[in-house]
């Protein structure tokens, strides 16, 4: 620090390897510049004097008013003592100001923090990282670390920004798939960003789009209009459900309390490798530059499946008798860069598919085909079946290289004529 005085005798610099207050740090500074404009007084000492006084002690000068401090002693031929006037200053009560740099001095709380195993998403279809969701109050930067151990943690993201998450206030029961679905609504309390009404057409290319958990993983949703009700609590209404292939889990029902994320695409992506995929790990979340410890670190346990490279549940499964058996056909779905309207998109997954033939839970057959159509003759069924068809469903699935068998199409299988 500085230390400068009244008048114009320039000013004294410091170096105060401490932490103090602003009433300490005052008292500090007189000291010193009474110190400086002091007079010094150098005594000759005989040698047991000089053994009787030590650095810091307050002695009396004969001829000299006040108390006199030992700035230092030398210990040559002539044992000699430097003194200064003892200088008395008053702590002075000032208020206290801590700021670091960027003025914030709140202390942030352990993070929400939540891991998604996404789909491919608008925009950044080629990236298949988990989508790092993580909030605080008050927001600072925050560092992801992932291991296989707490000991093996290393740092997998950075996330710049808070995300805007939720939960529901009510069930979101199943609803229709591929066409806008006007009857169902989305009832949630939201934290972070309010959000907006949007045109279809901006509904369409990409906007608000929300993950809303379930039992069994992700439905990506999106909404065209959005309505304040009480409070946080938004009504969202004119939905797209079951978005970029998670048509099974807008079946099931996702219960009041279940977590809302709201989908951006400048979201934070943690580092993974292909060979974790499907293997545990730990996870934890804290302000950047702190170690990955603390109670001011959320942890969580997470294994990435790389659902991006899951191919899409088969479209239009149709099992039609014929000879005396059931024809089965279906066309695959191509999960990236298919939306084109000019010439035929390219298909990323292999032609491999796996027929399952079903009676209620149980498995009665299985088989793979490399193509889009399939027999399941009458002699089979009279064996997978004694009694009748009447319960038998066929599914059919596709196989993706970097990820496995996706989700399956069911269709029912109708007696032949």
Do not use: C
């Amino acid at each position: 620090m500085t230390v400068r005085g009244e008048g114009e005798s320039g000013g004294v610099d410091a170096a105060l390897p401490a932490v103090v207050g602003a009433g300490l740090a005052t008292a500090a500074a007189q000291r010193l510049l009474a110190g400086e404009a002091a007079e010094r007084l150098t005594l000759k000492l005989g040698p047991l004097e000089a053994l009787r006084l030590e650095s810091g002690d307050v002695a009396a000068v004969e001829g000299r008013a006040g108390d006199w401090r030992v700035e230092r002693l030398d210990w040559d031929e002539t044992p000699s003592a430097v003194l200064t006037p003892l200088v008395e200053v008053t702590v002075v009560d000032a208020p206290e100001d801590w700021r670091g740099e960027g003025g914030g001095a709140a202390t942030v709380g352990a993070p929400f923090l939540m891991l998604l195993d996404l789909p491919p998403l608008p925009g950044e279809e080629a990236d298949g990282r988990p989508v790092v969701a993580a909030a605080a109050e008050p927001w600072t930067t925050m560092a992801l670390h992932g291991g296989g151990s707490v000991d093996s943690l290393t740092q997998r993201a950075v996330v710049e920004t808070p995300a805007t998450v939720g939960t529901l206030t009510a069930p979101l029961r199943p609803g229709v798939v591929g066409r806008w679905d006007e009857m169902g609504v989305l009832s949630v309390r939201i934290e972070g960003q309010a959000p907006q009404s949007r045109a279809a057409e901006a509904v369409l290319s990409g906007a608000n789009l929300l993950a809303v958990g379930g039992v069994d993983g992700w439905e990506l949703v999106q909404f065209r209009r959005a309505e304040l009700i009480g409070g946080d609590v938004w009504r969202l209404s004119g939905l797209l459900r079951g978005q970029q292939g998670t048509e099974e889990a807008a079946a099931r029902v996702s219960e009041a309390g279940a977590l809302v994320v709201v989908l951006e695409r400048s979201m934070a992506r943690a580092e993974v490798d292909a060979v974790e995929r499907g293997l545990p790990r730990i996870w934890r979340a804290g302000p950047a530059g702190a170690p990955p410890g603390g109670a001011g670190t959320t942890e969580l346990g997470f294994s990435w499946a790389n659902r991006n490279a899951a191919p899409w549940r088969p479209a239009h499964l149709k099992a039609r008798p014929e000879g005396g058996g059931w024809r089965l056909d279906w066309l695959p779905r191509v999960r990236l860069g298919g939306d084109g309207w000019e010439g035929e998109p390219v298909e990323v997954d292999p032609r491999r598919f796996r027929v399952r033939v079903l009676d209620g839970a149980a498995v009665r057959r299985v088989w793979e085909v490399e193509g889009l159509a399939a027999v399941y003759g009458w002699a089979e069924a009279g064996m997978d079946f004694p009694d009748g068809v009447s319960s038998a469903r066929v599914a059919v699935a596709q196989w993706g290289e970097a990820f496995g068998w996706g989700a399956e199409a069911v269709a029912p299988l109708m007696p032949p004529i």
